[in-house]
């Protein structure tokens, strides 16, 4: 079937559409129907009655694949690579989730998890999964007061942590970082379960904390129970403009449903291939495509615990694709500009055997034409951008690689997936022109595998979300459509930047920057970066007598946002002005600020208070080498 018939089909019929998908899951009871009108915005196979765990796990032993790898932990930081079936998989998730029971973890509680690239961060997932426990997944990268804001709004009854991550040439010492985090929030986890790593032992918090393995001794494993289609699967916490992340909740059965159907159709992914995203856990693309998407689909997934140069090059790529077979692979355009940089006539590439391979994905950020073109140079393959948000939990826009290879426009992530009615708006909300910028927003309802609402926060995800655009969900990038239906996604409407692949929130880090004593007010925008796409650039304006010099306020900032959000925040560069620029009812001119940062031609709003401030600012900027020539 051609891409065409495949979406005209679901559009005149999205309950058989997806009524078919849901044949592909186990149910322990199958759902009347797909679609209920209920919620703020629908839900999906509400009635029916399923399990996370047993559709990614149990049921591929069941079917004879218990031998098959199900996880590679391949860590060029450790100079190791492993294997676990299907099978030990199994073993492993229903020992560690009756570990968990026995300490009365039940359906519907929460569980926070904080654990760096190894495959015990999928067991703990997994395992929760397996009881209707609903997990959190926090970033490593993340500092305690990050961990902290998700603790209190999470309320988890459990905290399962590594005792350490490795970032090259340093150990992540996990445990201090959980400690503070207790400390600060104002909600107390029952009890920790901490996996000691072998390149740090923590000390155990007694009457507290539980070592992984002692944990388990002597517990009977556990069975997967099932869980009604609506059940929350689990909340991940993304940017939003203000410094509280938004806890996007993912519901159990639409997520089993779309993501099965996205490993064939879009990535072209069978049962027994190998599949690999090289991202991280901590976020969506590593909860859909390094944890569930693969194992749903009984494929191999990768857990990979490196970085794409300096572990120990810019060849590791290519060299975990030709070590496992991998016939898939999906990463962010930031890492493959890395690469570039590292090996720009992809000499290291020639060293491997990479014909596995069929296809690259790209997502996370946009994929400049130039990325996408020296990649297809190298590999001679497809390299596909596709367009998605943590809150979608799988692409909106994409080829559907396995189900017809469309013509690739280099810049655009192609076209709307199944499930989804994209459309541009205008201010008003009117559909726009072919190649007219607009707000890019959704039709409701969503497709299955989408947030249904926010944790604890229905009235944020209504004002968010819904009500700019009555009848769309509004998805806070800005774009265009052209006369083929290929979608052009060129930036946000928000204060979100994306820095290294990874979604930040200029407001977030605001408020820490406001936090320093000797700031009055302050300014984060999002300044062009060739190889992470942004930087984060903060202006300071100092309370007047602060006796403290710029640069020392300048580097105590930069260590506060470190401190405060984590160094993956990438937070560098900061300038002290007078003055803010801003329009004569006070709002911030950012967009603005990031033209001339970014050496952009741009016209002075007609609303601005002081046109002079544009001129301190551009001082300002040259001060720090911006824009950059
Ligand atoms: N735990 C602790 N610290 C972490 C971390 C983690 N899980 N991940 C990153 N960090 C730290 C890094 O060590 C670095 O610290 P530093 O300031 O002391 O150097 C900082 O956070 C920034 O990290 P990173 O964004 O990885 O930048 P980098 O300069 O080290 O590497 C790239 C640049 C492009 C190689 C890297 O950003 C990359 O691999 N990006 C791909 C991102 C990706 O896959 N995103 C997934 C979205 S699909
Ligand atoms: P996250 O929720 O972290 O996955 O970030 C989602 C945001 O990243 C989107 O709303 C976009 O702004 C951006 N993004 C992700 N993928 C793409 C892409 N292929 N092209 C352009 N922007 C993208």
């Not at 998890?113 to 426990?133: D, K």
């Not at 969506?284 to 090059?313: M, N, Q, R, W």
């Not at 016939?327 to 930031?334: E, I, M, R, V």
Request: aromatic share 8%; charged share 25%; proline share 7%.
């Amino acid at each position: 079937m051609a891409y065409s018939d495949i979406y005209d089909g679901w559009k005149s019929d999205p309950e058989g559409f997806w009524m078919q998908a849901a044949d592909k899951i186990d149910w322990d009871s199958r759902p009347s129907r797909a679609y209920f009108d209920q919620g703020p915005v629908g839900e999906w196979f509400a009635d029916g009655m399923v399990n996370t765990c047993w559709n990614a796990v149990d049921r591929h032993v069941e079917a004879g694949r218990g031998d098959q790898l199900a996880i590679i932990h391949d860590s060029p930081i450790t100079h190791s690579a492993r294997g676990i079936t299907f099978r030990e998989l199994q073993s492993r998730v229903a020992s560690l989730a009756g570990a968990l029971r026995a300490k009365g973890i039940e359906k519907g509680d929460r569980v926070i998890i904080y654990m760096p690239m190894i495959p015990e961060a999928l067991e703990a997932m997994l395992a929760c999964a397996r009881l209707g426990a609903i997990h959190s997944v926090v970033f490593g990268g993340f500092a305690a007061h990050e961990l902290a804001v998700r603790i209190d709004d999470a309320q988890p009854k459990a905290i399962i942590a590594a005792s350490c991550g490795l970032e090259p040439g340093r150990v992540i010492h996990y445990k201090p970082l959980l400690d503070a985090a207790i400390d600060e929030a104002r909600h107390k986890p029952d009890f920790c379960v901490i996996f000691q790593r072998e390149q740090e032992v923590a000390g155990l918090t007694p009457g507290r904390d539980v070592a992984w393995h002692e944990f388990q001794h002597g517990v009977a494993p556990a069975d997967c129970v099932p869980v009604e289609g609506n059940h929350p699967a689990y909340v991940l916490y993304t940017s939003g403009t203000t410094g509280q992340p938004k806890g996007v909740i993912r519901h159990t059965a639409g997520h089993l449903v779309a993501l099965n159907w996205t490993m064939r159709n879009i990535y072209g992914v069978d049962a027994g291939d190998v599949f690999w995203a090289a991202s991280d856990v901590g976020w969506v693309v590593g909860h859909s495509y390094i944890c569930y998407g693969p194992l749903i689909a009984g494929a191999t997934t990768i857990v990979f615990e490196g970085k794409p140069v300096g572990t120990p090059d810019a060849g590791t790529f290519w060299r975990v694709i030709q070590d496992h077979g991998v016939k898939s692979f999906f990463t962010a355009p930031t890492a493959i500009r890395a690469v570039k940089r590292e090996d720009p006539k992809g000499e290291l590439i020639r060293d491997y055997d990479l014909s596995s391979l069929q296809a690259v994905f790209l997502a996370g950020e946009r994929a400049d034409p130039d990325t996408i073109q020296w990649l297809e140079d190298q590999l001679h393959l497809p390299v596909i951008d596709h367009w998605w948000q943590t809150e979608t939990g799988w692409a909106i826009a994409a080829n559907p690689f396995g189900v017809e290879k469309l013509p690739i426009k280099k810049g655009s992530p192609s076209v709307a997936m199944p499930g989804y009615d994209v459309q541009v708006l205008d201010e008003a909300g009117h559909p726009v022109e072919p190649g007219t910028l607009g707000a890019i927003a959704i039709r409701l309802p969503l497709p299955p595998g989408t947030l249904p609402s926010l944790w604890n926060a229905e009235d944020r995800f209504r004002r968010a979300y819904l009500d700019h655009f009555p009848g769309y969900y509004e998805t806070g990038d800005a774009g265009y459509v052209d006369e083929d239906g290929y979608l052009y996604i060129m930036a946000r409407t928000d204060d979100v930047i994306n820095v290294a692949g990874h979604r930040l929130s200029t407001g977030a880090m605001e408020e820490v920057l406001s936090g320093h004593p000797a700031v009055a007010e302050c300014a984060v925008i999002g300044v062009a970066d060739s190889l992470k796409g942004q930087m984060p650039l903060g202006f300071l304006c100092l309370k007047k007598g602060v006796e403290t010099p710029d640069d020392q306020v300048m580097r105590e900032v930069v260590a506060r946002v470190r401190d405060q959000i984590g160094p993956v925040a990438a937070f560098k560069l900061a300038c002290v002005v007078d003055r803010l620029p801003k329009t004569r009812s006070g709002k911030i001119l950012r967009a603005t600020m990031v033209k001339i940062a970014d050496g952009e031609d741009f016209r002075t709003p007609a609303t601005i208070d002081d046109p002079a401030i544009l001129d301190e600012i551009r001082t300002a900027l040259k001060g720090i080498g911006y824009p950059k020539a």
